[in-house]
Every structure is written in structure tokens, then in C-alpha cells.
């Protein structure tokens, strides 16, 4: 123990990222390496995102437009709501730690469903909160209904990770408005859309609709996903602006760099038509990958993002190394909770067959290991 730590930090455990091309290099000397562990979009960053931060290199001695006066306004744009609306933060993991920050007192009650983005839990341990766990009924859905049941008079967050990450499960729309119009007065629901865009026509809540109606909710996206700016750590919340006013003065100064407001700003201006080659060639790569996955006799579930979570008759973590010593790194669900489960991100089609390929060699050597 290290003198003068808070004992809620020491409850809480350090997030686990999936392997780098870099370390599997290291480990096993690989020349072909396949990274689809963590979700990234292997078409970004697009062409004027890429030139504009490389542009914005230029001027990274001076600190940005502390009102992000551009962005906030092409958001708003793209949200349909005004830039009073928008609240910019360092990647949507910023903006988690800050709804952390301005709701949660020590005692305070959140809940959350089990099997979801681990930061959640982690931020909440923090700031001293204890915790409400709701199971994932047998589908691997989320439970609206024991989620509502579970909230008292002490409850002051929700989290709602939708889609859903590991499973990549979306919500029925209709029943997540329902939720949040039925909250009480002091209970907020911090709504994660990261997978947002890759969900289809109609399959998220009306965000806009609920926030223009005064609800208790904050929706978080992100640039990292869709807009393939992971690594420029570009995030943002849509709230009310009174909200709004709260997070940028408990956010630091400047939370946000110039080479990612950059990058972001000038994706929504000029690289939509990329953005949605990338999304469409990301979503078609996903229901072949799935089908394969099926044929392979593996239960897959249906995807609303840009990864897919399918389940083996094996223990998942090795069957993760031996692919790994193919070069493929996916992520094992075992930290989730799922012994059997494995996340895989739709990349390129060759990366995608690349992965189909040795997992088929890796099934069947098992096979024939249990012969």
C-alpha cells in the first residue's frame, strides 16, 4: 500500500488494453501480424483528416481555441442541436472520467450491467461509489427492466454502454427512451454510443428527442471508432447546455489537442464520403465474417458495431494464444466474464480472411488434439 492513496483508487483495477503489432513482435518474432483486438478502423484516419493534422503540426506551441468554436459547430450540425449543446473531452474515455467527476459523491449508487465497457466500473470505484451489477440474461442482452428495479433513491448514474461493447448487442430504442423518461429527479444516464455509427438506420434512441425534452441524459461519442482517429484521442458529449457549462468547467483546460480538433473538424467537413465508403465496406465485411464464423458451427451474435463477439467450445484464452502465434490478435471475453467467448474487429477483407483462415487451422488442431 502506498501511503496517502485514497482506498477507493485502491479498489479499482487497471484497464487491460489488448496486445500491440509492437509487443507481439517483441514476444514472438512474427513478420505478419493481424491487429483485431481493439476495435480500430483500418481506413483511417481519411485524407483531409490526415492533412489537416499534419498542418496543424505547425502550430502545436500555442494551445487551441479553448471554445473548440469550429468542432463544437460541425457536431452540432451533424446532431442537429446548437454548439451550447456540445461539450468536447480527450477521446469518450475523457468524458467518462468527467461524468464521474460531476455526479458522483462517496455512497453514491450507479448501475450497470455486467458484461460491458470496463471503465465504467472502474471510474465509479474511484469516486467512491458502490456499485449495482445487473447479470446479462442468457441472450447476452441487457436487462432494462432489473436495471429499473435496481435503482433507489441513492442512484445517481447509470451507465448504458449501446451498442454494447463486448457483445455488440444495440438496445430496442423504444426501450431505452422509456428508461430514461422514467428516471427519478436525481438520476442520470450516461449513454456511451462509441459504436454509434455502425448500428443500422433506426436501431439507436431519438438522443436528440430526449435531450431537446430536458431528460436526465448525457450521450457520449467518439472519433475513434467510425472516423478511424483513435490514436488523436477526440471525443464529446451531447447535453443540456447548463450541463455543458458544468463539464467544461470540471473538464481541464484545453482537454482536447490541436492536431485531433484538427483531424475531427476536418473529417465532418470533407471526408464524409470516405467515412461512409469505410463504413459501408466495415459493415458488409462484418455479415461475411459473421456467416464464416456461423459455418463454422461458432454461435455469433448479430453485430451492431465494427466488431463481433462469438462464442466456442473451447476456453477462449487459448485458442486466443494459438492464434496469437499465427499473428492474429484478437481479445479473449474472459475479463468480461465469458471463458468462451472472443471479440474480433472486422478489419480489411484480407485481414478478415487472414483471421478466418487460422482460426479454422486452430480449430482444427484442437480437434484433432481431443481425437
Not at 513482435?25 to 483486438?37: A, C, P, S, T, W
Not at 470496463?118 to 432494462?144: C, H, Q, T
Not at 486452430?362 to 481425437?371: D, Q, S, T
Amino acid at each position: 500500500m502506498i501511503p496517502g492513496v485514497r482506498k477507493a483508487v485502491l479498489s479499482a483495477s487497471p484497464y487491460a488494453p489488448g496486445k500491440t503489432v509492437e509487443e507481439v513482435r517483441r514476444e514472438l518474432g512474427l513478420e505478419r501480424i493481424v491487429k483485431l483486438g481493439s476495435n480500430e478502423n483500418p481506413w483511417g484516419p481519411f485524407p483531409a483528416a490526415r492533412a489537416a493534422m499534419a498542418e496543424e503540426i505547425g502550430r502545436l506551441n500555442t494551445y487551441p481555441d479553448v471554445s473548440f468554436r469550429e468542432l463544437k459547430g460541425l457536431i452540432a450540425r451533424q446532431s442537429g442541436l446548437g454548439p451550447e449543446w456540445v461539450a468536447l473531452s480527450h477521446g469518450a474515455e475523457g468524458m467518462l472520467q468527467t461524468m464521474g467527476k460531476v455526479f458522483l459523491d462517496p455512497g453514491d449508487e450507479v448501475v450497470l450491467p455486467k458484461g460491458t465497457y470496463g471503465l465504467y466500473r472502474e471510474i465509479s470505484l474511484v469516486m467512491g461509489a458502490v456499485l449495482r451489477e445487473i447479470p446479462l440474461g442468457e441472450d447476452f442482452s441487457m436487462d432494462l427492466e432489473e436495471m429499473r428495479k435496481a435503482i433507489t433513491g441513492k442512484t445517481k448514474l447509470v451507465w448504458l454502454n449501446n451498442p454494447n461493447n463486448p457483445t455488440g448487442l444495440a438496445l430496442h430504442p423504444e426501450k431505452v427512451e422509456d428508461f430514461v423518461r422514467c428516471l427519478p429527479e436525481g438520476t442520470w444516464v450516461v449513454l456511451d454510443e462509441a459504436y454509434g455509427e455502425f448500428a443500422a438506420q433506426g436501431r439507436l434512441p431519438r438522443t436528440k428527442a430526449l435531450l431537446e425534452e430536458r431528460r436526465n441524459l448525457v450521450a457520449v461519442r467518439t472519433f475513434s471508432k467510425a472516423w478511424g482517429l483513435a490514436g488523436a484521442r477526440i471525443g464529446y458529449a451531447l447535453a443540456r447546455p447548463e450541463l455543458v457549462t458544468v463539464i467544461d468547467t470540471v473538464s481541464e483546460p484545453f482537454n482536447a489537442n490541436r492536431t485531433a480538433i484538427a483531424g475531427a473538424s476536418a473529417a465532418l467537413r470533407e471526408d464524409v464520403e470516405a467515412f461512409r465508403k469505410a463504413l459501408d465496406a466495415i459493415v458488409s465485411e462484418r455479415e461475411r465474417v459473421s456467416l464464416a464464423l456461423e459455418a463454422m458451427g461458432l454461435r455469433v451474435l448479430p453485430s451492431s458495431t465494427n466488431f463481433i463477439f462469438f462464442t466456442l467450445p473451447l476456453d477462449a484464452s487459448e485458442v486466443s494464444r494459438m492464434l496469437l502465434e499465427k499473428g492474429v490478435i484478437v481479445r479473449p471475453c474472459g475479463g468480461w466474464g465469458f471463458p468462451r467467448s472472443i471479440r474480433v474487429t472486422v478489419g480489411t477483407a484480407e485481414e478478415n480472411s487472414f483471421f478466418l483462415e487460422a482460426l479454422g487451422q486452430v480449430l482444427a488442431e484442437r480437434k484433432g488434439e481431443r481425437e
